[in-house]
């Protein structure tokens, strides 16, 4: 064991991050990173990284980390407990918050962003710490004729299919004379949720008057299909493999929680694309990384009916009209090289040396 190894612990669910940020990121620091398997016993490595998930799909490992840590409260490594939903989290594992109360000061509770740090449930984390989530390596291409609006990213969970058809539905109203060269694009997993079929029923109940083509994204004419545009298209992608041929303009990632808006999340396809994120709320991450975003208004927290999409779709066309999504993105692209995952791993080893 040496003072520059790292185990890092975590779902599945989480291995893009894992391997292309964390790993990735402390081999740049010339640290020796392994992902590592949760047991019983005592962590034997000089420091450790536990990822909590909070996803449903992420529930059998996270519990066994909350029973590894539970079980290594005398563990002498320097650990670090991320927390990538912590809204999530709270409710799904309320006993964490009693294991925080006998964790060590060798522990160390971070979080992506800024809006749950000061949640009571937290609270008895000796140390706290944000570290946003950082980027992975990014395209310099910037998507601009046609402008691209959408998301490739894991629909149902947290984010729905409806309410990007309901934002690009207004966005389409108002570019009814298509004097502006805009197409939709839906792509990721779960299949079930882009099938043709069933996005066109969902549109017909939003704009039953509203003409759109959706299209295959893998059709062989795509190209010349961006090339020469007419009408309202959503390109859509159920096969997970975006195309080559297009990048995101503006990203999509309308956060939810339940039947409220989700508070603690900022994800890995927001920080896949030189895209304008547009969101709900972010964790508070697009503050601490310096992202240009459209921030769509709502006025309940606890509603996600209460989103204004008339009022994004006019956002984002305004950002359009006066040009300034190409500065936005650009500075976008400028951020990611920033926050890369060798940043985000020297703030973790920061921490780490610290505890």
């Known amino acids: 064991m040496h003072k520059n190894d790292v185990t890092i612990y975590g779902a599945e669910t989480l291995d893009k991050y894992t391997e292309g940020i964390l790993i990735k990121g402390f081999q740049n620091n010339n640290w020796h990173a392994t992902k590592g398997n949760i047991t019983d016993k005592d962590i034997e490595t000089y420091a450790a990284i536990y990822q909590i998930h909070g996803a449903e799909s992420a529930m059998e490992y996270d519990h066994s980390i909350i ?111 298509l004097n502006r060269k805009i197409v939709g694009y839906l792509g990721g997993a779960p299949s079930m949720l882009l099938q043709m079929d069933y996005l066109k029923s969902i549109m017909f109940k939003i704009h039953p008057s509203l003409n ?58 927001a920080h896949s694309s030189t895209g304008i994120p547009v969101i709900l709320e972010m964790n508070g991450a697009e503050n601490i990384e310096k992202l240009e975003v ?17 009022k994004g779709a006019q956002m984002i066309i305004n950002c359009i009209d006066n040009g300034n999504f190409k500065t936005m993105m650009r500075k976008n692209f400028i951020r990611s090289k920033e926050f890369n995952n060798t940043y985000i791993a020297k703030q973790y080893i920061n921490l780490l040396q610290e505890l």
């Not at 002498?76 to 594992?93: N, S, T, V, W």
């Not at 545009?229 to 080559?244: C, E, L, R, V």
């Not at 459209?294 to 008339?310: A, C, H, M, Q, R």
Request: overall charge neutral; charged content about 20%.
């Open 67 to 177: 029973k590894a840590l539970s079980n290594n409260a005398e563990c002498k490594a320097k650990q670090a407990l991320l927390l990538h939903r912590p809204d999530e989290i709270q409710f799904r594992y309320p006993n964490l918050h009693s294991i925080l109360l006998t964790s060590h000061s060798n522990v160390a509770a971070v979080f992506l962003g800024d809006k749950h740090l000061k949640d009571a449930f937290y609270a008895p984390a000796k140390t706290k710490a944000i570290i946003p989530h950082g980027f992975f390596d990014l395209s310099k291409k910037f998507q601009e004729d046609p402008i691209v609006i959408g998301s490739h990213t894991t629909w149902g969970e947290m984010r729905s299919v409806e309410h990007a058809l309901k934002l690009l539905g207004e966005i389409f109203v108002l570019n009814s004379t």
């Open 212 to 269: 759109v083509k959706l299209l295959d994204a893998h059709q062989s004419k795509l190209p010349n299909t961006l090339k020469h545009q007419t009408g309202h298209i959503i390109i859509i992608d159920s096969q997970n493999i975006k195309p080559h041929e297009l990048e995101l303009t503006f990203n999509i990632q309308l956060y939810y929680l339940n039947g409220g808006i989700r508070t603690g999340e900022s994800s890995g396809s």
């Open 294 to 310: 459209i921030k769509i208004p709502y006025t309940n927290v606890e509603d996600i009916g209460s989103v204004n999409f008339l």
